[in-house]
């Protein structure tokens, strides 16, 4: 430990909490919370922090974790799935800095790809980028890798506190030629907190090279996952290795320019039987997801080593050309080397669209991560939704014994909330008729409305087609997310509309679990524009052959049929709901009315729940008395 260090440490001990904290006041529950980490967080501790959005959990888990590190001589590792998830951290770090004159010594890592300075490199996939780097590296070709050796830790460390959001920090560091991971690194080396996203701790071969150049091992951490709710989808997708039609085509290509005839003709017959394979299961049947065996792989190919071998050589003369683009053998190599080790908690199926796909899927992350959260010192989950104990120990492999839970309830009086009676978006029933009554539905809130309604349909498709109806309808003023909708974006043509149209209202259409719905921040003098959300059907996960292997790996781990359906189906359309109604919450003082369009609410005991979570005293509706309904519960919340 460094002098520079130990003084840190004593200094930041010797502080009370009301000396740390750098605002005026505690809100409201922050300091139970704080109290409530800071007491529980032991060796093998695991504890689930739900707290509404807008409750401000960031700043109470930064102090209760870092006083924590402090006396047991750890680091905290504060992970979050997003860029703009890290800022919250990034922020209250430098305001508490500032406030207490102590510097706290912390690095921030982005995904690693993000911050590399050869920004043609940020095309490529991840795997073939940690490949690109490492070579660039050991062969002393990278000049901002090299110029970091010469720089002290304390000038890197100074730029950290000076930079106000991470994406400049990056832009500072490469102009001064630096590599900002590697900077970041040297940084990390005498931090007491790291900010990092998920792959740090959860791809192996990052968190591999992480822990060894900041040498550091997982008992050592007390590790916090921001936004939790979303980590087992974020790790089953990671976990998970896919190729299409089109990246087994390119790959010929690849074997043809990079190896030899004899060479090549054996790569490519292995090829054409993975062709074949795809195009004859979804010819076999109409279903848009077929679930296979993975012993059909390993009969159809046979002995892979050679394979592997003639790929690699391939790779290894692909790299020497330095080209910025995506190796398509070895990414079909990853594939079928994951199905021939057949993994538990693994499902091997085919997409029929849009391109038929070769998909291994990660069912259970549970088997990959069990052992990295039974490994580190303490684990925090945190999040304003956090999913059913039982899910998180399905899923994660949590240890019943060493979880807690402290679970807040701060939206009684926020917010009220209206049940419709007479609509569903159950597929069944899913006509274009009630489709048209439900854009009734919205374009009578918007009537209602003065700034932003949030409307948020269970599918693109569904999206599409309120956004049509709503046109037919005469609204002009909306905003469709589609599936290469980017936040910033929207939230300029937003600011835009209220600019141009003073106070009147817009339509935000979105998609439940997408990117606005998820993630998007509209606020004005730190209060939301959102004052209304519409959730226009129950966004469960659609009936399909994977979700059926899903629903029978969670019933293993649960054996209880009941409960697993509730997990595979139930629970993600929850957190969907409330991640939705959270957007509209972003400050203690933020009020919204809750709107929800689907008559399952009331038949369901799980979301009926939840209406009563957001609304003890939610009102019932039918389109022929929801307008007088919903005036009269906007105006009671103050926002007419």
Known sequence: MSVFEHEFKERFLKCSLEELIPYAQWRRGQREVLEYVQSSLKENSIIVLEAPTGFGKTLPVILATLKRALEEGKKVLYLVRTKNEALAPFRELRRISRHTGLNIPF???RNKKEMCAVKEFHELEYEDFLQRCRILREKGYCRYFKNVEDVEPEELSKIVQSTRDMQKLAD????????????????GERSWLIIGAYPYLFHEQTRESFMRSLNLKLDELIVVVDEAHGLPDYLSSLYSHSFTL??????RKEARTYLGLEETREVLEVLRRLEAW????????????????ESEIVSLLGSIEKFSDLVRKAYLRFIAENRPQTFHLMKILKGIEAVSSMYEGYVLCVFRDPLPTFCYRCTLPSV????IFSNVWATVLMSGT?????YLQATLGLKEKNMLEFRVRGTVGRLRAIVARDVTTRYEERSPSMLEKYAKYVCQAFNVARRVVMVVAPSYDVARQLFANLVGLGVRSIILEREDTRIESVTRKVYTHIERRGKGPVILLAVAG?????????RFDGRSFIDIVIIAGIPYPEPSAYTEALLREIMKALKDPGKAWRQVFETPALVKILQAVGRALRSEEDKALVI???RRVLERETFREVATDLDPNFVECTLADFMEKASKLYSELGLS
């Open 514 to 522: 997408g990117k606005l719905a998820e993630g998007i921040e509209l």
């Open 386 to 390: 956090m999913p059913l104990r039982e």
């Open 596 to 598: 929800l369009l689907d």
């Open 107 to 109: 690095a921030i890592f």
């Open 278 to 293: 795809m195009k004859s299961v979804v010819q076999s049947t109409a279903q848009d997801i077929v679930i296979r065996r």
């Open 172 to 187: 500072a560091l490469i102009l001064r030629g630096l590599c900002p991971y590697e900077s970041m690194r040297k940084v």
């Open 368 to 371: 990959k991560v069990e052992r």
């Open 246 to 251: 089109s990246d087994l085509r390119k790959a």
